[in-house]
């Protein structure tokens, strides 16, 4: 059994994989709720599989591009589960999801976007395979406009930019099981993709006071 989920978007999104196909699905309506929805919805897809966790063998996370909180929050429970459970996990590049589905979809030659706030995208080029040609990167949609098709939050968010919009617009668990399945996919360790600095930053140290 292969548990799946990504935190890079506002949104949460989980899945179990079987070893043949997805049986179980999970993705949160409430946006920015990381830390609350997470384990509920591990809980729902392992309830609705009807199995326990002990019974996993493998954890797949999406690595990011995205926010510094949403990121954290996966990646620390993708490696606590698989640390406690003796198993191994897996990451993918969040893009590289969106390229998937948008691939089996018919795309080619295509881009995906995704919302990087700050009136910014995260960006990928893709090929007619799903091979990921340049980045991610994070660009002003402006800088990158293209007539390409485009997939992810990002063209319908830059439609200026971006105006042949296709194909889903979040990542989901669901094809990052099926790409870590079928060996669709890059893998890479679960640690979070930053391509800046988190808003957040440690206070430097105090001035002295003459």
């Known amino acids: 059994m292969l548990l799946a989920f990504d935190t890079a978007t506002p ?15 999970f993705d949160s ?21 009807g199995v326990s966790a002990s019974s996993l063998t493998a954890i797949a996370v999406g690595v990011g591009p995205g926010p510094f ?11 606590t589960l698989a640390l406690a459970l003796s198993i191994p996990v ?17 795309l080619y030659d295509f881009l995906v976007a995704t919302d990087a706030r700050r009136k910014e995208v995260y960006l990928a ?24 098709p485009v997939v992810g939050e990002g063209a ?3 439609p200026d930019a971006f105006p042949q919009a296709a194909g889903p617009t979040m990542p989901s668990a669901g094809w990052l099981a099926r790409v870590i399945a079928d060996e669709r996919a890059e893998l890479h360790d ?20 003459s």
């Open 11 to 25: 949104h949460v999104t989980v899945a179990l994989h079987d070893g043949t196909s997805v049986v179980a699905t």
């Open 190 to 209: 679960p640690e979070p993709l930053y391509l800046r600095r988190p808003d957040a930053a440690t206070p430097g140290a105090p001035k002295r006071v």
């Open 125 to 148: 080029s893709y090929d007619e395979t799903g091979g990921r040609l340049e980045g991610p990167t994070v660009v002003r949609p402006a800088d990158a406009a293209t007539g390409l």
């Open 90 to 106: 897996h990451g993918v590049c969040s893009l590289d999801i969106l390229a998937a589905e948008a691939l089996d979809a018919g």
């Open 29 to 49: 309506e409430e946006s920015m709720k990381h830390g609350e929805m997470l384990a509920p919805g591990i809980e729902h897809v392992l309830g609705a599989a």
């Open 156 to 158: 319908v968010l830059y």
């Open 69 to 79: 909180t949403g990121l954290r929050v996966g990646l620390v429970t993708a490696r």
